[in-house]
């Protein structure tokens, strides 16, 4: 994941379009080369597998050399990307002896499918032979083939939402019931309307919201489940990726999200950019807990920033089941004992 600093120029998608194109009769790209370089890097780092040799993860992408863009040629979508990546992976055995290799990918292209994708997988020279070379070139190629499938799936669907323009009626119409929409939302309690940052590319019309749960734990250990990546991977039930110290990032949910820790008081509040991997590149919301003691439970005050609007509901939904209701019935901290 890129490092999500205000302005940081490699989140800015640029995009070339005739304004008065309603028609789609003129060529609009879109470039996607800095929201692919951290789809990829989300997607890959953190990955894992396990078997009966041991387990194996990938602890570093170091390089996504390429470019991606979409393009719209009257109306037709044309996908263009081509990346060169190279990762490191630790391998770690029954013993706890731990084993250091790389992973390569020169052909990640729209000219090649999937199936046609070469993944090496090596060990580093100067380790000794072992079996987790196997575990890496068998189940970690197949999870990162499937990973790298979910990129161009993301660039295909989520990614390339208006790149055809509707016609002049169709414009108007659209406009209409924008405005409308605007006045309903005027009226809406909990919600604040904002526009994203101008550097993103693309105005986004953004919403805050708040959720409280309360939690029987502490505060200490509460806190403890957001920064400690066995903790996530135990309330997600999947491979998770967690750097909790200030500035450092997470990946879990196969990917799907992913962020950075901004500000970090131990056992009060946790500041974080936080971000779907669908969402349009460079655009983060800024989630914000905070860790309420009360007696014998702690109060858990989520606050949401600069969601997009249109996302509102979905992540309501995400924070209430996979993380709310997660941490309650992995770590038993919604039941009272009589």
């Known amino acids: 994941m890129a490092k999500w600093g205000e302005g940081d120029p490699r989140w800015?998608?640029?995009?070339?379009?005739?304004?008065?194109?309603?028609?789609?009769?003129?060529?609009?790209e879109r470039d996607v080369?800095?929201?692919?370089?951290?789809?990829?890097?989300?997607?890959l780092l953190g990955m894992r597998v396990e078997g009966e040799a041991g387990s194996c993860e990938i602890t570093d992408v170091s390089n996504i050399d390429g470019e991606a863009s979409i393009n719209n040629r009257k109306g037709k979508l044309i996908y263009f990307y081509e990346w060169v990546v190279k990762a490191s992976w630790?391998?770690?055995?029954?013993?706890?002896?731990?084993?250091?290799?790389?992973?390569?990918?020169?052909?990640?292209?729209?000219?090649?499918?999937?199936d046609d994708l070469?993944?090496?997988?090596?060990?580093?020279?100067?380790?000794?032979?072992?079996?987790?070379?196997?575990?890496?070139?068998?189940?970690?190629?197949?999870?990162?083939?499937m990973a790298l499938g979910n990129y161009v799936k993301h660039l295909k669907t989520e990614f390339a939402q208006g790149m055809i323009l509707p016609t002049e009626n169709a414009l108007n119409k659209q406009n209409e019931e924008t405005q409308a929409k605007v006045k309903v939302d005027k009226t809406q309690i909990g919600s604040s309307t904002t526009?994203?940052?101008?550097?993103?590319?693309?105005?986004?019309?953004?919403?805050?919201?708040?959720?409280?749960?309360?939690?029987?734990?502490?505060?200490?250990?509460?806190?403890?489940?957001?920064?400690?990546?066995?903790?996530?991977?135990?309330?997600?039930?999947?491979?998770?990726?967690?750097?909790?110290?200030?500035?450092?990032k997470f990946r879990l949910l196969e990917g799907n999200v992913h962020g950075q820790f901004a500000e970090l008081i131990p056992?009060?509040?946790?500041?974080?950019?936080?971000?779907?991997?669908?969402?349009?590149?460079?655009?983060?919301?800024?989630?914000?807990?905070?860790?309420?003691?009360?007696?014998?439970?702690?109060?858990?005050?989520?606050?949401?920033?600069?969601v997009p609007s249109n996302e509102e509901e979905r992540m309501k939904e995400g924070w209430q089941r996979y993380y709310f209701?997660?941490?309650?019935q992995t770590f038993g901290y919604g039941a009272r004992l009589c």
């Open 325 to 328: 209701d997660a941490i309650k």
């Open 118 to 145: 070469d993944i090496s997988v090596t060990l580093c020279k100067d380790q000794p032979s072992t079996p987790l070379t196997d575990l890496m070139r068998k189940e970690g190629v197949k999870k990162i083939r």
């Open 267 to 306: 056992d009060q509040k946790i500041v974080m950019k936080w971000r779907f991997l669908s969402w349009p590149a460079g655009h983060a919301a800024t989630v914000i807990l905070n860790f309420v003691n009360k007696g014998s439970e702690t109060e858990l005050i989520m606050e949401a920033r600069g």
């Open 195 to 248: 526009k994203s940052p101008p550097n993103t590319g693309v105005k986004i019309s953004t919403v805050s919201f708040t959720m409280k749960d309360d939690f029987l734990t502490s505060p200490e250990e509460l806190y403890r489940v957001f920064l400690t990546q066995e903790m996530v991977q135990a309330f997600t039930h999947l491979a998770a990726f967690v750097d909790g110290c200030p500035g450092g």
């Open 90 to 114: 630790t391998g770690t055995n029954k013993m706890g002896i731990k084993y250091k290799g790389t992973v390569e990918i020169p052909n990640l292209s729209d000219e090649n499918d999937m």
């Open 33 to 43: 080369t800095s929201w692919s370089q951290d789809a990829i890097n989300g997607l």
């Open 12 to 28: 800015i998608v640029e995009e070339r379009a005739d304004a008065t194109n309603v028609n789609n009769w003129h060529w609009t």
